[in-house]
């Protein structure tokens, strides 16, 4: 009378969705790509300081959101971001390492740095010879730098983007290396520098050559010579603090790497060369 009822034997299957298998590169790429087009009005909004930091950061904030990938990920392609932006990218990590005293980027996968005195191969390197190149290019619109081939190789300092350290970099174009690559070359000085009392305890002299240092750069010329990383700089520094403050001191020198800790009457000078857009020069004779 009444038929058999059907019995539905099909399997039903909840729908997940999974995040998308996103890097922290490729989480990267997105944030640059759109800041780089679409809101490179923010870009430019923070280099004229009209908006902070940390405002900058809240708009990023808001991109990762729309991004379907891991947490990790996108807290690492947001470390990567930010060091892009505000500090030197993937070479971040050694300007911060004490340990490291200079930097030099020979190729996109080729960065020597010297550690405790030692030069040796560092761990990081450039995703492609493009992004080395961009990287480069970054580095000198950052610092005021033309790097046309009238301009082949430029000496700076960056006084203001690292806490503890001022960088000095020597940019060399391909136009004048061999195998067609960018150099970089970076050197650190700290900004808590060592003072005479710091070198004396760290064995770097004794106090009976400090005594005399000390006198005779108070009272005539004094010549400071070495090779590379002999720690010229180190003790020039250290020197110039025992100058007495009722004296005036003018300090010339060719790129910013001497700074002051005490001395009230201190100022400080850099030469300036000529480029392709001006034939005002100012070296160090003048």
């Known amino acids: 009378m009444f038929g058999k009822r059907k019995e539905n034997h099909e399997v039903r ?5 999974e995040k998308e298998n996103l890097s922290k590169d490729d989480i990267f790429k997105k944030l640059v790509e759109e800041y780089a087009s679409s809101r490179m ?15 900058f950061m809240a708009y990023v904030d808001e991109s990762l959101k729309k991004i379907d990938a891991d ?21 971040t990590s050694l300007i911060e390492d004490p340990e490291i005293s200079d930097i030099h980027c020979i190729a996109y996968n080729k960065i020597r740095i010297k550690k405790k005195g030692k030069r040796q191969e560092a761990d990081v390197r450039f995703a492609s010879n493009q992004e080395y190149r961009e990287f480069i290019d970054r580095v000198a619109t950052q610092n005021g730098v033309n ?28 136009i004048v290396t061999t195998y067609g690559n ?3 070359i ?25 005594d005399t240092l000390v006198e005779r750069f108070r009272t005539g010329s004094t ?25 005036a001191v003018m300090v010339a020198q060719q790129a910013d790497e001497l700074t ?12 300036l060369s000529e480029s392709a857009e001006s034939a005002v020069k100012y070296d160090l004779e003048q």
């Open 223 to 247: 010549l400071i010579c070495g090779g590379n990383s002999d720690g010229k700089s180190t003790l020039l520094n250290a020197l110039k603090e025992t100058l007495p403050e009722d004296m």
């Open 182 to 184: 960018p150099y970089l």
């Open 71 to 91: 947490t990790e990920a996108r807290d690492q392609a947001r470390l990567m971001f930010y060091q892009y932006v505000f500090r030197y990218f993937r070479l």
């Open 147 to 174: 790097i046309s081939n009238l301009n082949a190789i430029q000496r700076f300092a960056d006084d203001e983007t690292d806490d503890n350290y001022i960088l000095r970099f020597t940019l060399i174009t391909p």
């Open 13 to 17: 299957q909840d729908v997940v969705t």
């Open 260 to 271: 002051t800790k005490h001395h009230p009457d201190m100022i400080f000078l850099h030469s």
């Open 41 to 55: 009005d923010l870009i430019i909004r923070l280099r004229q300081k009209r908006i902070t930091d940390a405002e």
């Open 186 to 210: 970076i050197r650190k000085f700290p900004k808590n520098f060592p003072e005479i009392s710091d070198l004396v305890r760290e064995k770097f002299m004794s106090q009976q050559l400090a």
